[in-house]
């Protein structure tokens, strides 16, 4: 990755905590909050390499993790599974496209959930959590999927994050 991409991402990144933790709580309510690290794995899950790709992921859920106040780590370990089931995946698959890039940032809203589900079941005794986190799946999927079909149409978004 070049030094001017790293610079962008970490801009991105940057703005994507900073909206993400103060700006979207004020003017969004709790189901239709974005997830804006999620589609920033995602994104790298698709163009970037996984030497660089992979430590980013689970940077990022970890990030994801300190801001949401859930368990720490959870989030980190969905982001890090997420990001190599698609990069196992998208080597067959034309990477380039915004259909499914908007089709993956779906998938893998409902892929984290059922990971941080089955994490969250498995490991502590709230008898509620289910029905708390099944009532926020459907709004936050087509929100995600919305920043992601907003995202697909930067000028950028077509080129390629490092060259082969």
Do not use: H
């Not at 690290?37 to 689970?58: D, N």
């Not at 779906?106 to 892929?111: D, Q």
């Amino acid at each position: 990755m070049s030094r001017r991409a790293a610079l962008l991402l970490f801009c991105t990144i940057l703005a994507a905590i900073v909206i993400q933790v103060s700006l979207l709580p004020i003017f969004v309510l709790p189901p239709f909050k974005p997830d804006l690290l999620l589609v920033i794995m995602v994104f790298l899950a698709l163009r970037g390499s996984a030497e660089t790709g992979a430590p980013l992921a689970w940077l990022l859920g970890l990030l994801n993790d300190v801001c949401s106040g859930l368990y720490l780590g959870l989030n980190a370990a969905t982001f890090l599974i997420s990001f190599f089931v698609i990069k196992s995946v998208s080597d067959r698959l034309y990477a380039d496209s915004a259909i499914l890039f908007v089709l993956t940032v779906a998938g893998v809203t409902v892929g984290c959930f059922t990971l941080n589900l089955l994490l969250m079941i498995m490991f502590t005794s709230s008898p509620g959590i289910a029905y708390s986190m099944f009532s926020d799946l459907f709004p936050r999927l087509l929100v995600n999927a919305f920043i992601a079909s907003v995202v697909s149409t930067f000028s950028g978004f077509d080129c390629q994050l490092e060259s082969p």
